[in-house]
């Protein structure tokens, strides 16, 4: 087991003191905001728990205080036993699990489990859809609790601590306990940075109908059939009524929100070549999209637009910037399918991938309408789009 030291540096990891009372019958653990009683032993618990880089009086008073910051405790016949801490930023769908700590007495009792899954629940509750937390590669404890827990590890800061060790970052989706989760539609994975569009379609495609299967291919013909986006990296994707085009001629009934008119993501290209070429492709798409008679509403995405079509049975294809892999500013594409009450439920297709390039695991949300609402304007212009997508006509 690490030393105190290994673990304790800012953010400190999982720190769990051996015990010779592990196997004594548990007592019930009980988990709750700390207080300003809990001071004192707080910082008793700092002292005995970590070596360096401890909190003072004054830290933890502010965190205590902090609207951006959880402190929870954990208690055991009313004798505090560990205690969490989880940082939150505003705006963002990410909170960041600082430390955790479990007094020497508490060992092997699941006070650990219990304070990392309140941390998560504290973070769900404020929006949050990421956890991420870096930990000592030496912390072999805490690296065990957090894969038990369900966290993946995605990346490694060099010489990252005090002792020149590195720290091992991990992350979890959290997922809210939504029952219509479980029988989502078909999710499917965008297999290159630039086909999300092409990758909505396909669930679309696979919501209106059980037995639609999906070639390998047919990721890259809905593609070409969609796009009008030029990339200055390589090949771009698509906008609102390019994608209303293919999905009318797949059979679905496609009706576009979009928050202001004319051309779209111009402002992503400096090629006048470029940019006359997405000018001219789009303008045709709008010209198809009349002629397929395809609603279109100058319209803002709201909560009003959005719900009303869930409840009436409809999906949808969101345009979304700065939402979970996707760097703010990025036009993304997501699939939403659905509502639990104010939440929206969605699959983003930018899903991590496996040494084969397969999705690891769907990545499927319940996001609250609060912090949906954040990442559905893209650009200086706040751009935001829909297509909101029927089975039949209406």
Request: hydrophobic share 45%; aromatic share 8%.
């Amino acid at each position: 087991m690490p030393t105190p030291a290994q673990a304790d540096i800012v953010p400190r990891a999982l720190s769990i003191m051996p015990s010779n009372l592990a196997t004594a019958p548990a007592p019930e653990i009980r988990i709750r905001k700390a207080e300003r009683g809990d001071l004192d032993a707080l910082i008793k618990l700092e002292h005995r728990v970590f070596a360096t880089d401890r909190l003072s009086r004054r830290s933890l008073q502010r965190l205590m205080r902090s609207g951006t910051a959880a402190v929870l405790v954990a208690h055991e016949n009313a004798q505090l036993s560990g205690v969490a801490i989880v940082l939150f930023r505003r705006g963002s769908l990410r909170a960041r699990l600082y430390s955790i700590a479990v007094a020497p007495h508490a060992g092997g009792r699941g006070v650990a489990r219990k304070l990392l899954e309140e941390a998560e629940a504290q973070a769900l509750a404020r929006g949050a859809r990421v956890m991420r937390l870096e930990v000592h590669h030496t912390n072999h404890a805490a690296i065990t609790r957090y894969r038990k827990s369900g966290y993946r590890e995605f990346g490694r800061h060099r010489r990252y601590y005090e002792d020149g060790g590195d720290a091992l970052r991990f992350e979890k989706r959290l997922m809210p306990a939504a029952a219509l989760l479980q029988s989502a539609p078909p999710y499917f994975h965008q297999t290159t940075e630039f086909t999300c569009g092409p990758a909505c379609i396909m669930m679309a495609l696979a919501w209106a109908n059980p037995k639609f299967r999906a070639a390998p291919a047919m990721e890259f013909a809905l593609w070409r059939e969609a796009t009008t986006i030029v990339s200055r990296s390589g090949p771009g994707g698509c906008e609102p009524y390019g994608m209303a085009v293919a999905l009318r001629h797949h059979g679905l009934w496609p009706e576009v929100y979009v928050s202001r008119p004319g051309m779209y993501f111009l402002e992503t290209v400096n090629s006048a070549d470029q940019r006359r070429v997405m000018q001219i492709t789009q303008a045709e798409f709008q010209r198809e999209a009349r002629a397929l008679d395809i609603p279109s509403h100058l319209a803002p995405v709201n909560e009003s637009v959005l719900m009303g079509a869930f409840d009436s049975g409809s999906v949808a294809i969101v345009l979304v910037s700065g939402y979970h892999m996707i760097p703010r500013g990025v036009p993304h594409w997501i699939f939403a399918f659905g509502r639990n009450g104010r939440h929206v439920l969605m699959h983003d297709p930018a899903a991590i991938r496996d040494d084969q390039g397969m999705a690891a695991a769907a990545e499927t949300y319940a996001l609250p309408w609060s912090a949906f609402e954040r990442v559905i304007h893209v650009g200086r212009e706040r751009l935001s789009a829909a297509i909101v997508i029927r089975k039949g006509p209406s």
